[in-house]
Structure formats: structure tokens, C-alpha cells
């Protein structure tokens, strides 16, 4: 029962259908992104909290980020397609529900939901596609799963503008419900699994031990800096329970039966090398996705389709290069290719470093454009690697372990760049006499609301637009530290390749 075709019955599953569904589900998970991120200064403009901007985000990846490594093991035991279904129901409960948020508080907690729902999506669409190809066919089909993100980075920003122009913030969360059922439909017609059926043991206190670790630290990143001091009690305390319940993570982990997290596949060097480097790359992704479009909008005063043009950027390199990846692969094999992505991300993150507000959005686009050609040819060269050195019974899990990883960057760094901006934002205003004037990291909000900004008289407008331009530039050299970073990852990739198949 150990290969792909003993697992999957291909007689009955048809292939091209399956993939179409995959490519809807994670069409549905990518759009998110895009789309939330145009949307986000407008909902700020409406429902307020600016101090609290960086928690939208990291609420849904905080669920994601821990519920992918559960949802990649439960797949491995129970299957693809129930787990997948289960995912996908409880993140379109929680796209309707935030939707409906009439408070920022309220939306976190939505948000929150769709996480859980989320980490299912991507993880398993991505293993799916691993069980039902080959390790050549892999290379090719994983182009094809990158050019989702290209379809939803062109589609979302700019069906995120017109909706926050023309109707309601609130559709791009709703937008997801038909997706989602379209997606159901298809994995329940076309996807058919032999699972062999035994009991199993379900991690249970992992689960819960790695939720408390990642959610303590988290909060620290967050608020330690803006609103609490690092010696604080709080900070010292959220730090400590988030060291002690990672011990706890690793010692439960290692006697576990069938533990969440099996700690054998981290031994192989590649894959120890390519979770490191995801890791890093997921704290620039969503350095540059959850910020870029407050800058475009708030200081370089452009509209939401414009600033969502700038993100639209990095998802049209993200698919170009990951196709591209695709044929690299084969040819001069995945180190090359990764060290190809590694300098593409800190080109891209140079053009971060040295925005200014007027050089305008197209110096904007073109860092996104770089960092999204990183992206994609670092993304595809790990998954497809990581599919190809383990077997089926670990093919869920260590595809849910990258993944992880990458969620886990996307969390820390929202969390943490979010931190940076809020003290950043709060330093620049002592420093230039903002207390006289009784300016918060809230007034921030009259810059992303076009007529409230209009309002604004220029010397109070030039002190938080400076102050906002100052802050971003902070938060891009913290994302080209972790351009060199994932760079001198890569470098340690072996030069061998390993293949389970």
C-alpha cells in the first residue's frame, strides 16, 4: 500500500477533473490573499481599529498555520477528500460570517474561523496532485497549480478594487461561498481513494501543545513594542509558556504513536533546508502582501485598484517562474533552480528597501514582480522534492510540514512586522511632536479613507504620511534581512538528489 497508484484507484478517479477541482480549491484559498489585502483599507476606513490592522491577518494565519500540520496528518490517516471537504465547509462558514463583521474585533474572530477552514485547503490540494502524478509529471502539474495563484493575484486585487469602489468591502469575503461548494462538488464526483481502514491515534496533545506555543509568541510579536514593554510581565510570560509548551511539543512528539509532526522526515538535509527557507520567505511574503497596498493608498494617495495593481504584480512573476521551475527542475535539478529564486528575492527586496513615495507604483509593482519570480521558483523546487524523497503514508504530512512552515513565516511576520510598524509609527510621532496634536497608531486610519484625508490640514497630513513612509521602510529592510537569509538556506541544499519513488 506504500505507491500512489495502490492509494488512488485510477480507474475510477479521473485525473484532468480531479485537477481542475484542486486547482478551484486552491484558486478559492489564494484569492483570499489578493483580495483581502485591497480590501483592508477600506475596511479599516469603515470599521476603524488601524492599531489592530495587522491582527486580521494574523488571526486567519495563526488558524491556518496550526491547523495545516493536523489537517496534512488526518489526510494521511483518513484520506484526502473527507478532510479537504471538512476544510473547505468550515472556511466558507467563516468567509460568510466576516462578511457580516460590524466591529474590526468582530472580524478577527471570523477570521479566525476561516483559518481553521483554511489550512486544509492548500496543504491537501497540493498532496492530491502528489498522489495522482508522477515525480516527472510533478514538475509540469505544479506549474499549472502556480498559475492559480497568477489567476487569483491578476482576478483578485483588481475584482478586490472594484468591489470596494462600486459595492461593498463585504463580497470579498462572500465571493468564496460558490467557490467552495463548485469545489465540494467536484472532489465527490470525480476523486475516489482506496484508505486502508484500521484505528488510529490522533495526536490530540501535540495539537493542542503546538497551538499554544505559536498562538503565546504570536501575541508577543504583536503587541510587545506598541503596547506592551519587552520586560514586561506579560511579555515575559507569553514568552516563557510559548518556549515551555514547544519543549512539551517535542517531548509529546517523540513518544507519540502517530505523532502530528514526525520528526524522521526533518533529518533529511534537503528537506530540513527547504521548511527553514519556506519559513523565511513566508515573512517577506506577507511583509510585502499585507502592507504594500496601505502605502500605495495612504501616502502615494492612489486608488484601491492601483494599489492592488502593485500586488498583482508579484503573483504574475510568482506563476511565470514556477512554470519555468517546472522545466528547471529536470535540466539543472533543484538547487540551481532554488538559488536562481534566492537571488530573484533579494533583488526584489532592494526595490522594497529604496521605495520612496515618489517613485510611484510602478517601482512598487516591479519589487513585487521580483519577489513573486523568488517565490516561484523556490515554492515549486521544495514541493516537488519534498513529494518526491518521501512515500505515500508521509507524502500528507510532509507536504503539510513546508506548507506549514511558510504559514508559520506568514504568521510570525505579520505579527512581527506588524509590531514594527506600530512602534515605528509611534516613535516617528514623539520625535516630530505628535502628543501636542494627540495622535494615536489610530489616526493612521484618516490616511486610508480618500475624503477623510482630503480633510486633513497639510501639516498633520505630511506628519502621518511621513510617519507611515518611515514605518515601511523599517518593515522592508526587516524583509531583506530574511532575503539573505533564505539565500544562505538554499546554499546549503545538497547537491544530490534523493527519491523515495
Known sequence: MGQAEQKMNKKETKRPFVLATV????????????????AMPAIVGDLGGFALYSWVFSAYLLMNAVTVLIYGKLSDLFGRKPILTFGIIIFLIGSILSGTAETMEMLILYRFIQGFGAGAVMPIATTIVGDIYSREERAKIQGYLSSVWGISA??????GGLLVEYASWRYVFWINVPLGILAIAGLWL??????????????YPGAVLLTVAISSLMIVLVEAGANWAWTSPQTIGLIGLSVLTLILFIIQERRAEEPMMPFNIWRERSIFIANMTSLTTGVMLIGISSFLPAFVQGVMERSPIVAGFTLTAMSIGWPIAAAVSGRLLLSIGYRKTSLFGGAALIFGSILFVTLKPEAGP??????????GVGMGLTSTAFIVFIQSTVAWQQRGIATAANMFMRNLGNTVGAALLGGVLNSSILSYMKKNGAEDQDLTIDTANVLLNESERMKLPEGLKTILQDALTNALHSVYIVVFIFAI??????????KKEKTAE
Open 23 to 38: 486547482m478551484l480549491a486552491m484558486f478559492m484559498g489564494a484569492v483570499e490573499g489578493t483580495i483581502v489585502s485591497t
Open 485 to 494: 537569509v533564505s539565500l544562505l538556506f538554499i546554499l546549503f541544499l545538497p
Open 190 to 203: 470525480y476523486l475516489h481513494e482506496d484508505i486502508e481502514k484500521k484505528k488510529h491515534k490522533i495526536d
Open 154 to 159: 491578476v482576478s483578485g486585487p483588481a475584482l
Open 362 to 371: 510602478l517601482w512598487a509593482a516591479a519589487g513585487s514582480f521580483f519577489v
